[in-house]
């Protein structure tokens, strides 16, 4: 199905199954424990032998011997791959280092060897024996300390429009102010896992990951093998957040280790290599300049963003949001990357928003106070309706201004005191902090296929995944919806690589992309059951198990009486989105309490105000916006990778060192979410939200702690340290 005008009435708009709140499908599998997991496939194959993977342990340089007698000998080893008994191995399109090591070491805990053995405590111990020398040199560890040479991304020129430098120098009222957001972890539940099974030359992969058909190119390109010889199998994923956007050396070295065993291999990455040897944010410095009149309109703004990765990596996009965010005829935007010997820099659930906006609405309300301005009218006076940098391009929906105006209203900002320290409830200081959230809406083709039993049972496939975001839902409710029939009537199988390729899971893109596929292939569906049924003169209603047109109805089920119908398609989409600027929009509000005498600050109350188009599933679609507010709060308060700037790697590479909130740090959090739809987008008028809510909270709560105590804190996480010694005076 071509996507090439905005979307009129269709059988999505009439709500029966979509846009109710609805109880998760998979919600029983997960909550009893017999959702099958990657590394918990017991049932798949047998004969699974245990692979525990040996990290490196300098951060550059280079293996000058490994010594592995004594890992050989001990009980229950099988076998042992490295680099040299591997063979001849490629790279993948989407890691930026190799999977497996050696001689060569590019970061620290990159893998350098997977012992095999018959149970996990044999092949850890046996790890434990392998003794590596190593021939250690010298590497960039510091962001600040590269932050000179630095240079242009490969890609990402820097973007503009008018003078920027004239205007800003020229402008009544001035701040250029840099703030610094530190790496970060995914810390998702489920490590990265995989379960590796060959049968002569084909490979099967049971595994984590969110892009089962980005999986299988990598794969393919990695062992030098057919696409075709490799099944990547993940219906079930744990929580991703980006990490496991990319195959990475769980899946590669349980493959090697089950080719070199000649049995099935299921690897795990204990904590410390998810941390240090799969991907994560990396580091920004951010300076951005605001040039404005003394009535509050912007004339200059300006954002640049300094962050580093390996040799041949790609920044964080921090600036990418300020580009369409804010009116301001004189623009500049600027991206540097500095090389560095840290492990791999890529996607955390948000990328370049979540950290761009933890800068620029700091700014924005650095600039409010300049101006004498309340903070949300400084960035209602500020809105555009078109891209900034190409005024004949609108967006397709834009309702920022109503999303800080119900939020006012609902959280009371009225009652809010402008002056900061102003509002004390016995030992606490108490302030409100807002910001607007903005993340894109990203299209991209996604397909599935749609089968029709003569029990009237409708069976969908698709190789998206679920990454915990509720997607078995959402795509059994639009079959349900277009099809006509009831959601325990359909039955959703995903993550397998022999299903028709989706747009996969990440960049918010997944929900809006993956029922819009869905909804194509039942479309299909529904004009090969019309013409088995003999509707041919008009276009029939399917409602209720029912096909009816004309007072005549028959049940859906007796299409495929003699034998079972099937249909694929697909979303594709033409230019619409080069037409119009399509992305989301959030209101954020937080409220803190600040100890006046230790600096502790305790979360009180989150509000989060959505425009997001047509919200599928109000009830899964409200977790993940919580979800993600959530992880605002933990990398605004806490979160944050501390660097060994001598050896090059992360200390805290734990759950003990690396701390995320838990449920009792924040006791009240809301979700809201606008009446909208958006025809541009797709046939579902949906667009994507589970990152939406984390874009923008950081900020929130910088300046709830900046309006309760007077403390402005430019640099993330906003521990007490950084408060402690600028708190006001206790009377």
Known sequence: MKFDTPAGTNPIDQLTVVGKPTDRIDGPLKTTGTAPYAYERHDVVAGQAYGHVLGAAIAKGRITRMDMADAQAAPGVITIVTAETAGPLGKGKWNTAKLLGGPDIQHYHQAVALVVAETFEQARDAASLIKVDYQAEPGAYDLAAAREGATEAKGEPDTGAGDFHSAFAAAPVQLDATYTTPDQSHAMMEPHASIAAWNGDKLTLWTANQMIRWGVKDVAQTLNIPEENIRLISPYIGGGFGGKLFVRSDALLAALGAKAAGRPVKVALHRPLIVNNTTHRPATIQRIRIGATKDGKITAIGHESWSGDLPDGKPETAVQQTRLLYAGANRLTAMRLAVLDLPEGNAMRAPGEAPGLMALEIAMDEMAEKLGMDPIQFRILNDTQVDPEKPGRPFSQRQLIACLQQGAERFGWARRKPTPASVREGRWLVGMGVAAGFRNNLVTKSAARVRLDGQGVVTVETDMTDIGTGT????????????????????????????????????????????????????????????????????????????????????????????????????????????????????????????????????????????????????????????????????????????????????????????????????????????????????????????????????????????????????YPITLDKLLDHLPEIA
């Open 472 to 715: 078995y839902t959402i795509i059994a409710q639009t079959a349900a919806e277009t099809m006509g029939v009831p959601l325990d009537k359909v039955v959703v199988r995903l993550g397998d690589s022999r299903f028709p390729v989706s747009c996969g899971s990440g960049g918010q893109w997944g929900a809006n992309n993956a029922t819009a596929g869905v909804y194509a292939a039942c479309m299909t569906l529904r004009q090969a059951v019309a013409q088995k049924l003999g509707f041919n003169a008009t276009e029939p209603r399917f409602a209720d198990g029912q096909v009816s047109s004309g007072g005549h109805a028959v049940p859906l089920a007796l299409a495929a009486k003699d034998g079972e119908m099937a249909a694929e398609d697909g979303i594709e989409y033409a230019d619409l989105h080069k037409r119009y600027q399509q992305s989301t929009f959030a209101g954020h509000f937080v409220e803190v309490g600040v100890d006046a005498a230790t600096g502790e600050v305790r979360l009180r109350r989150m509000l989060a105000v959505c425009a997001a188009g047509r919200i599928l599933n109000p009830k899964s679609a409200r977790s993940q916006v919580i979800g993600a507010m959530t992880m605002g709060a933990g990398a605004a308060l806490m979160e944050e990778l501390a660097v060994d700037k001598r050896r090059g790697f992360f200390v805290n590479h734990d759950l003990a060192g690396y701390e995320v909130p838990a449920h009792a740090d924040i006791p009240h959090q809301e979700v809201i979410f606008l009446d909208e739809v958006d025809p541009i987008s797709s046939p579902m008028k949906a667009k994507g939200v589970g990152e939406l809510g984390i874009c923008g909270v950081g900020a929130a709560v910088a300046n709830a702690i900046y309006n309760a105590t007077g403390v402005r804190v430019r640099d």
